[in-house]
């Protein structure tokens, strides 16, 4: 198989097992931490409505959603990556910043959790591809 191809599957199948694990930790959140009293967090109009009522702790398992999200993308990039693995990886991070960035537009959210979840795409990807990246022993 081409480099180019395999690299460009590295990013679909990365972006792709991430935003898995990105959702099911998303729809686990609710069990583990439950939702404000009186507020309706199953339509994204309900969730619009509530989430002044959110509390930092339910902004918790979101943010570990999105971070460990990005670190197993990553992860799975760098190994199915034949060249350029940090890129990839860093391809994925950028992905998921993009729908960061489009979840602080659609919902809105306090400045300091939009700060912090903004920013950890990036060093999670690169984490990501330090964990995935052959070691050369010597």
Known sequence: ???IV???LAVILGFALGS???????????????????????TMEGLKA??????PKHFLLP???HALGVLVGAF?????????QLK?????GFLFLLGGIASVMILPSPLWFTVVDLVVYFPMAYLGWLLGVKKHTT
Request: aromatic letters at 8%; zero cysteines; glycine letters at 6%.
């Open 76 to 84: 799975v990039a760098t190994k199915i990556a034949v060249t350029n």
């Open 1 to 3: 198989m081409y480099p």
């Open 20 to 42: 898995l694990v990105n959702m099911a930790l998303i729809q686990l959140s609710g069990y583990v931490i439950p939702p404000p009293e009186g507020g309706d967090v199953t």
């Open 50 to 55: 509530t989430m002044h009522l959110f509390e």
């Open 6 to 8: 395999r690299n460009i």
């Open 88 to 92: 990839v990886a860093l391809v994925v």
């Open 63 to 65: 943010f570990l959603a």
